[in-house]
C-alpha cells in the first residue's frame, strides 16, 4: 500500500481503497456497490438508487443524537485520463498510487482526488467509533463529471438535514459559497466518404498542461482539439488534404492536452504539408510560451500511397472550419468579482466514425442569460456548418446565501484554529449544491476541500499535508 504510512491514516486508508476500484464517469457500478457494502458492514442505513447514487445516514455519537442532522457530500466519479503510452486500461484496472510523503498521485493517470477524497473523508468519519458527530445524512452522487446527471437525478425526500458541507473544492481555506451554471452541447456532422489515393499522414498535438475548464480556463492554456482543425486547415490553404480520422480530448469539461488526425495527401504534397505544420508550429510556441510552453505538434507517414477511405475534401474543409469558427475558452470576465470568469465554454472532445463527425462542449456561466446567449451562438455556427446538436446536462448556478449559520459556524471554526479569516469565494466552476438546493427548500452549503493541483489531467496532485489540515477541521466543525 503506496500510502499506508501518511496521516490521517484513515483517511488514506480509504482513498487507497477508492483509487484501486475503476470509477471513471459511467463506470460506477463497483465503487456504488463498495459504498453500500461498507455501509451495510456498519449497520447504517443505506440506499442505492437507479442512476447508483448512495445516501448512508449515522446516527450522532454520544452526546449529541438530538442534534440537528448535517449532509456530507461528494461525488464518487473521477474524470479518468492517462497519458500517451500509460497501459492502464481504467475501465478494469485500478490506479497505481504513488506518493513522496508530500504530495500523493497515480502514475500515468488522474488521481481522481476530485471527488474520491470526499468519499475518503465521509468513509473514515462513518468508520469512526471517537469522532463527535451529529447524524450524519451522507449523500455520494453519481457522474459528476459528465454532467451531474446523478445530482440532478437523486431523491433527497427522505433527508432532514438542511446543513449541506460539499468536499469538492481544490483549495484548502476557501469556502465556496456560490458558483457558475452550465451545460453540455452535443454537435454531429454528417460526411461523405470517397475512396481516394494519397500517403496518410498522422497529425499530433501533444505537450498541451490541459486541465479542468472550469478551474484552469482562464489561464489561457492551448486546446489541443482546436489547435488540430487550425493546424490542418493552415495547411490546406497550400495543399489538398482529407481528413480519415480525427480524434481528441477525453472529457467535454477537461481542456483536451492531445489530439490527433489522419489525412491523406497526394505523395507530392508531403513536404509542403510538413512544412505548413511546422510553421504552424512556430506561431503556436509564440502565442503559448507562457502558458503552454511545451506544445507540440508533429507530422509522420502512417503509410505510403494507397487507396484508403477518406472525407470527401468539401466535407473535410466543412468541419475543420467548423471546428475553428467555434468560440472556446474566457468569453466574459465578472464586473462585480474581481478575477472571476462570467462566462467560459471548453471544446472538450472530437470523434469520428464513417458518417460523421462529433464534437462536444462544455458551457459555464454564473449569468444565465449569457449563458443561453452563448449556447445560441454556439448552436448557431453548428446548424450553420450543417450539424445537429442536442444539449443535456443544464444545471442551474448556485446563488449567493446573504444570510447562512453554516458558514458564520465555518468560519469562526476556522479562525479558532488558525487564527486568520477563510477566504470567502464564488468559483467558475461548476458544483452540485446548485441543483441540490432546488431539491431541499431552505438548503445552507459550503463546499471546502484541501488543496490538489491539475485535476482532470495526467499531473494531478494531492496534498498530503493539506488533506490532514481539512480533515482536523472537518472534524472540528461537526464536534
Not at 67 to 82: N, R, S
Request: charged share 25%; with cysteine; hydrophobic share 40%.
Amino acid at each position: 500500500m503506496a500510502f499506508e504510512n501518511l496521516e490521517p491514516k484513515e483517511v488514506f486508508h480509504f482513498f487507497e481503497e477508492i483509487c484501486r476500484i475503476p470509477h471513471g464517469s459511467g463506470n460506477l457500478q463497483q465503487i456504488s456497490d463498495y459504498l453500500v457494502s461498507f455501509a451495510k458492514e456498519r449497520n447504517l442505513e443505506v440506499t442505492q438508487d437507479s442512476e447508483l447514487n448512495v445516501i448512508i445516514k449515522a446516527p450522532g455519537s454520544a452526546g449529541y443524537e438530538d442534534k440537528e442532522p448535517v449532509i456530507l457530500q461528494g461525488h464518487m466519479d473521477m474524470v479518468a485520463v492517462k497519458e500517451d503510452g500509460c497501459d492502464i486500461d481504467m475501465k478494469t484496472e485500478g490506479l497505481r498510487t504513488a506518493t513522496d510523503g508530500e504530495y500523493v498521485w497515480a502514475e500515468g493517470t488522474s488521481l481522481g482526488g476530485d471527488d474520491g477524497i470526499a468519499v475518503a473523508y465521509c468513509l473514515a468519519i462513518l468508520d469512526s467509533k471517537d469522532i463527535p458527530h451529529p447524524p450524519l445524512e451522507v449523500v455520494i452522487t453519481t457522474n459528476e463529471e459528465t454532467g451531474m446527471f446523478g445530482a440532478a437525478a437523486i431523491d433527497l425526500s427522505g433527508l432532514k438535514g438542511k446543513k449541506l458541507i460539499n468536499i469538492d473544492n481544490e483549495k484548502e481555506g476557501q469556502f465556496i459559497v456560490s458558483c457558475a451554471g452550465g451545460a453540455r452541447i452535443y454537435s454531429q456532422f454528417p460526411v461523405k466518404r470517397e475512396s481516394a489515393v494519397g500517403s496518410l499522414l498522422k497529425v499530433d498535438i501533444s505537450g498541451l498542461f490541459g486541465g479542468h475548464s472550469g478551474e484552469m480556463i482562464k489561464c489561457g492554456r492551448g486546446n489541443a482539439n482546436i489547435l488540430l482543425a487550425r493546424t490542418i486547415l493552415e495547411a490546406m490553404d497550400k495543399v489538398e488534404a482529407k481528413l480519415v480520422t480525427i480524434e481528441g480530448g477525453v472529457a467535454d469539461n477537461a481542456i483536451p492536452s492531445t489530439a490527433a488526425a489522419l489525412v491523406l495527401v497526394d505523395e507530392k504534397d508531403e513536404d509542403a504539408f510538413a512544412e505548413s505544420v511546422a510553421a504552424t508550429l512556430a506561431d503556436v510556441k509564440g502565442e503559448l510560451e507562457v502558458k503552454d510552453p511545451g506544445v507540440m505538434i508533429q507530422v509522420s507517414e502512417v503509410a505510403e500511397a494507397a487507396e484508403q477511405s477518406a472525407i470527401t475534401l468539401e466535407n473535410t474543409r466543412r468541419v475543420l472550419t467548423a471546428i475553428c469558427s467555434m468560440p472556446d475558452g474566457v468569453q466574459a470576465m465578472s464586473s462585480s468579482v474581481e478575477g472571476l470568469v462570467e462566462t467560459s465554454l471548453n471544446l472538450g472532445i472530437i470523434k469520428c466514425d464513417e458518417e460523421k463527425v462529433t464534437v462536444d462542449q462544455s458551457v459555464r456561466s454564473s449569468v444565465g442569460s449569457s449563458k443561453k446567449a452563448l449556447m445560441r451562438k454556439v448552436t448557431s455556427i453548428i446548424t450553420v456548418f450543417g450539424g445537429s446538436y442536442t444539449v443535456s446536462g443544464e444545471y442551474p448556478g448556485w446563488k449567493f446565501r446573504q444570510e447562512s449559520d453554516l458558514r458564520e459556524h465555518m468560519v469562526s471554526t476556522y479562525e479558532k484554529m488558525y487564527g486568520k479569516k477563510p477566504v470567502i469565494e464564488a468559483i467558475h466552476a461548476g458544483l452540485e449544491c446548485g441543483i441540490l438546493s432546488e431539491k431541499i427548500e431552505g438548503l445552507d452549503c459550503i463546499s471546502i476541500g484541501p488543496d490538489m493541483d491539475d485535476i482532470h489531467s495526467a499531473k494531478e496532485r494531492l496534498s498530503v499535508a493539506s488533506t490532514r489540515n481539512v480533515w482536523e477541521f472537518l472534524k472540528a466543525v461537526l464536534a
